[in-house]
């Protein structure tokens, strides 16, 4: 399966706009002596091994027919350093002499749309500088994407044999080798495709056969290596933590890897809760733009990897007009960004949007993460042209969401972290956001000397945060047992929020909700923070035990994905990942949360608010190269002892 960022169509159940699969752009098929591997299968003595540290996956498998057998090798990987290039490497053996034939391009076969348009030839050239081009359109008409490709075979006696080019059919555009392997020769084909989204380009399929024919004038190789050293270039930044267990690394990589491999500085429409994956049987997000990567991705990639995070919020402030519109539809003012957006910007939740009726939040994660983005980077000009117009845009749709009372300022009818059936008043998580938001909001703007809102000051101060003695609650007629009463929304008010508590009521508040952690570990988003949280009460032996329970046991399937639910806990859930906010949310522990880092506008030296407190056995925490105010520097964060950031090597 295919997607590429930017695409989308008409899902066909819930006819909403949702990411969509693209013709899959590195099909092959293999036959010997005119027995297909697509109609017979391969013996089962394959592997596959995920390289992380180059993204590329190499698939091993035999191939018989005939009493003749094929060793096979298929390397794959998507260029870092081309973005819109997919690429393929695949390597044939052969133990016995026979006749091969390769069918490598483009597959139609099953994906939702229709072709607009192919190619075969360079218009007006009468020459080939590729094997084809295509213009495909999606499900609903709402977008298209172009994609051109092409191959090369090599090996003896091969090098000069050119493929055959088919029409397009109902199977997709493909080019077909046919040649006589020699027993014990190896062969060698390479494919490589473009793809480019409308929302790029309005004339996809030619920008498609510009940059494929641009990467054949560069050659695999050269390809290859590229993104090789791209990803070095990106593993400067790897977590490295010391004194811990092996697996504890590995799944640090891991998270790490997946993270980064799904964000890219090119991203047109940021990325969804699984970033660039997807399932036949499961589409419960669709690909959507939730508060999730806000919350939970943008803060890790705005230190090892800036300017993909640079692109995701570039995607909501060139949507800050939709969120304008959206909340003058809820009869708001300033900017209510969707619960779930896509390419276009606009709500796209599933009808009849129950959550957008009431979640109230995201909006508040959206303007977190560009203040956290122009404190972390220290960019003036993204202060002054980003973060200003969407801080003071949410902060105006504060005013107007607020009703004052007797007891200060309240949120009705809010819906926290937990997605209740029934919204509350007051809602913890919301309320503290938005105090948090708008003291972003008054701070940016006197950096900038505009003019700051009285009543932002007021409301910040007023607000209502519904308490039982020092214990911050979940909202107003808070009940342990009530439905998804076990949520710790407060604690992520707390950190990584940012909102402050005395002493007292923080020690009053984690121990409040980490009583109750086995009524709620084993949920999507918060599990993962638990280690941190337990660190804040000092207890190290505790906060293994909540990392171990709140995020490794998530890990299942190959190559060390997250899932979206605990499968021992919820095995009646889809066994979905990787999982964007529960990796997010560990590496966001290990870069700001077991150090207690608390960006500000102030010089880094100052963000180290506390002594490290690291889970039981753990010595340290180190990173070779984080970026803040442009600069690269180290981060060391030993136990016992203030965390250091120093300049780095870059």
């Not at 090369?152 to 046919?178: C, Q, T």
Request: hydrophobic share 40%.
């Amino acid at each position: 399966m295919a997607l590429v960022n930017g695409y989308t169509g008409e899902d066909p159940e819930r006819l909403i706009e949702a990411a969509a699969l693209a013709p899959y752009p590195l099909a092959a098929d293999l036959a010997i002596d005119g027995v297909w591997l697509s109609d017979i299968g391969h013996e089962g003595d394959g592997e596959q091994r995920y390289n992380f540290s180059a993204g590329e996956l190499t698939s091993r498998f035999a191939f018989a027919a005939n009493d003749r057998r094929l060793r096979c090798s298929v390397l794959t990987f998507a260029s870092r350093e081309d973005p819109t290039l997919v690429c393929q490497e695949i390597t044939l053996q052969a133990e016995q002499t026979c006749e091969v034939q390769l069918r490598v391009g483009i597959s139609t076969s099953g994906i939702a749309g229709r072709a607009l348009r192919s190619l075969r030839q360079t218009p007006g050239e009468g020459v080939w500088h590729s094997d084809g081009g295509l213009l495909w359109e999606s499900a609903g008409s709402l977008s298209r994407v172009g994609l051109g490709y092409f191959s090369a075979l090599s090996g003896s006696g091969v090098d000069r044999i050119e493929p055959a080019h088919p029409a397009l059919d109902g199977g997709g555009l493909f080019s077909v080798y046919k040649f006589k392997a020699r027993a014990g020769s190896t062969y060698r084909l390479v494919q490589v495709t473009s793809l480019v989204a409308s929302a790029l380009h309005s004339c996809p399929e030619e920008q498609a056969a510009r940059l494929v024919a641009k990467a054949k004038f560069d050659g695999f190789e050269a390809l290859r290596e590229e993104n090789r050293a791209a990803w070095d270039e990106l593993w400067k930044g790897r977590i490295r933590l010391v004194g811990a267990e092996p697996r504890w690394q590995a799944l640090a990589d891991a998270a790490f890897f997946y993270l980064n491999s799904s964000v890219h500085p090119s991203s047109c429409a940021s990325t969804s809760i699984f970033g660039l994956a997807t399932w036949r049987d499961y589409h419960y997000y669709y690909g959507h733009v939730m508060w999730d990567i806000e919350a939970f991705a943008a803060p890790v990639l705005t230190f090892v990897q800036p300017q993909a995070a640079a692109s995701l919020l570039d995607y909501r402030f060139r949507n800050l007009d939709r969120a304008r519109d959206n909340a003058k539809m809820m009869g708001r003012l300033g900017a209510q960004f969707p619960w779930e957006s896509s390419a276009s910007g606009e709500e796209a939740a599933p009808l009849p949007g129950t959550a957008a009726w009431h979640e109230d939040h995201g909006s508040l994660d959206v303007a977190r993460a560009f203040a956290l983005f122009a404190d972390v980077t220290g960019q003036a000009e993204f202060r002054r042209e980003k973060a200003w117009p969407v801080l003071s845009a949410v902060a105006e749709w504060i005013v107007s969401r607020v009703h004052r009372t007797e007891a200060g300022y309240e949120i009705r009818s809010s819906m926290g972290i937990a997605e209740r059936k029934m919204p509350a008043d007051n809602a913890a998580f919301t309320n503290m956001a938005a105090v948090v938001v708008l003291k972003d909001a008054i701070r940016c703007g006197e950096r900038l000397g505009r003019h700051i809102d009285p009543a932002w000051r007021d409301i910040a101060d007023g607000m209502v945060v519904p308490k039982r003695g020092h214990i911050i609650v979940s909202h107003d007629a808070y009940r342990k047992t009530e439905e998804k009463g076990a949520t710790p929304d407060p604690l992520m008010g707390l950190w990584p929020f940012g909102f402050e508590l005395t002493s007292q009521e923080e020690q009053a508040t984690l121990a409040f909700y980490l009583e109750q952690a086995d009524d709620y570990l084993g949920s999507p988003m918060l599990s993962a923070l638990y280690g941190a949280w337990g660190a804040r009460t000092g207890d190290r032996a505790l906060s293994l035990q909540l990392l171990e329970d709140g995020y490794a046991k998530f890990e299942t399937g190959r190559f060390s994905q997250i899932m979206e639910y605990r499968p021992d806990r919820f095995p009646e859930q889809p066994k979905a990942g990787p999982f964007f906010a529960n990796m997010g949310g560990f590496l966001s522990s290990l870069l700001l949360g077991f150090p207690r880092l608390e960006p500000a506008e102030n010089t880094a030296d100052g963000w180290a608010r506390a002594d490290v407190v690291l889970p039981e056995g753990w010595e340290a925490i180190e990173v070779d190269r984080i970026w803040i105010h442009g600069r690269a520097m180290k981060l060391a964060a030993r136990h016992g002892e203030r965390a250091r950031l120093t300049d780095a090597e870059v």
